[in-house]
């Protein structure tokens, strides 16, 4: 999960870069569309990943299924 959010997030940084060096919003919508999308997915990961760590010494593996299972289907 750490080297999925971290590509997630070097992405949105390669957009933004890209975005600032060439200097034009004309496909501005595509550019909010692909940003809000990487950061939206590495956001909800590291959620899964917060929930999956916090319950998972406790209740083992039920917890990180159910979580999953939850995360796939948002």
């Given at each position: 999960?750490?080297?999925?959010?971290?590509?997630?997030?070097?992405?949105?940084?390669?957009?933004?870069?890209?975005?600032?060096?060439?200097r034009t919003n004309?496909?501005?919508?595509?550019?909010?569309?692909?940003?809000?999308?990487?950061?939206?997915?590495?956001?909800?990961?590291?959620?899964?990943?917060?929930?999956?760590?916090a319950h998972g010494?406790?209740?083992?593996?039920?917890?990180?299924?159910?979580?999953?299972?939850?995360?796939?289907?948002?």
């Amino acid at each position: 999960m750490d080297a999925f959010c971290a590509c997630l997030l070097f992405m949105a940084s390669l957009l933004v870069m890209y975005a600032a060096l060439t200097r034009t919003n004309f496909p501005f919508n595509a550019f909010l569309s692909a940003f809000i999308s990487c950061t939206g997915t590495a956001v909800l990961t590291v959620c899964l990943r917060i929930q999956v760590c916090a319950h998972g010494n406790k209740l083992g593996n039920a917890v990180l299924n159910y979580e999953q299972a939850n995360f796939q289907t948002d």
